[in-house]
């Protein structure tokens, strides 16, 4: 099955900003857009955003997501250490007819 | 507040059936949304199982369709997942979420690991 494209892990300094990427297809990221979901170690994961941009409510403006072409972005401002996790992209493939998920990204905050 | 709770047998034998219940709290199954399954197998990613809607229509996981079954039971506000011919490799922790209009799962269960082991 075809899926997502992350990077393994991402690391960035406190306080800093760090931009994880997920890169698709026409089928996938750049038909229908991405979500952006957070994990925590033994905790289910936590939608972020979804349909590129939009953010559930509840979810910080810290969490910012955006995408072009093929290749979505979520941009994670002002990082605190409760902000190490792992994160995951995810789209509709059209082609498919299925959720599709990257790898994930743990992100570590130095 | 929509709340999901998993359950089933946390210990299924090779070649047997796994069978799991998401119950639904303070939110109807007949709604519009669908409802779906996702697992991740101990120190992996994400894999998504499928999702059912109340009309009945149901999406698969391609590499999974052949051994798995999801279903809607509305009277009791709750769906369900089987997964036959079990092996190690459908070892994970199963959750239950409520998909998104964007996404796969705004609201989520907390997980159940289900070990497949003789």
């Known amino acids: 099955q075809a899926g997502l494209t992350q990077p393994p892990s991402v690391s960035a300094d406190l306080r800093q900003t760090a931009t994880l990427t997920c890169t698709g297809d026409?089928?996938?990221?750049?038909?229908?857009?991405a979500a952006w979901l957070q994990q925590h170690q033994g905790h289910p994961p936590k939608l972020l955003s979804y349909r590129d941009t939009s953010r559930p409510s509840g979810i910080s403006e810290k969490f910012s997501a955006s995408r072009s072409g093929n290749t979505a972005s979520l941009t994670i401002t002002g990082l605190q250490p409760e902000d190490e996790a792992d994160y995951y992209c995810?789209?509709?493939?059209?082609?498919?007819?299925?959720?599709?998920f990257g790898g994930g990204t743990k992100l570590t905050v130095l | 507040q929509v709340r999901l709770q998993e359950s089933g047998p946390g210990l299924v034998k090779p070649s047997e059936t796994l069978s799991l219940t998401c119950t639904v709290s303070d939110y109807s199954v007949s709604s519009s949304h669908y409802w779906g399954w996702i697992r991740q197998p101990p120190g992996k990613g994400l894999e998504w199982i499928g999702s059912?809607?109340?009309?009945?229509?149901?999406y698969y996981n391609p590499s999974l369709q052949n051994r798995v079954t999801l279903s809607l039971d509305t009277s009791k506000n709750q769906f369900s997942l089987k997964l036959t011919s079990v092996t190690a490799a459908d070892t994970a922790v199963y959750y239950c979420?409520?998909?998104?209009?964007?996404?796969?799962?705004?609201?989520w269960g907390q997980g159940t690991l289900v070990t497949v082991s003789s």
């Open positions: 979420a409520r998909d998104a209009s964007g996404g796969p799962g705004d609201y």
């Open positions: 995810s789209s509709w493939d059209s082609n498919l007819s299925a959720w599709v």
């Open positions: 059912v809607y109340h009309s009945g229509s149901i």
């Open positions: 026409g089928e996938n990221v750049g038909n229908l857009g």
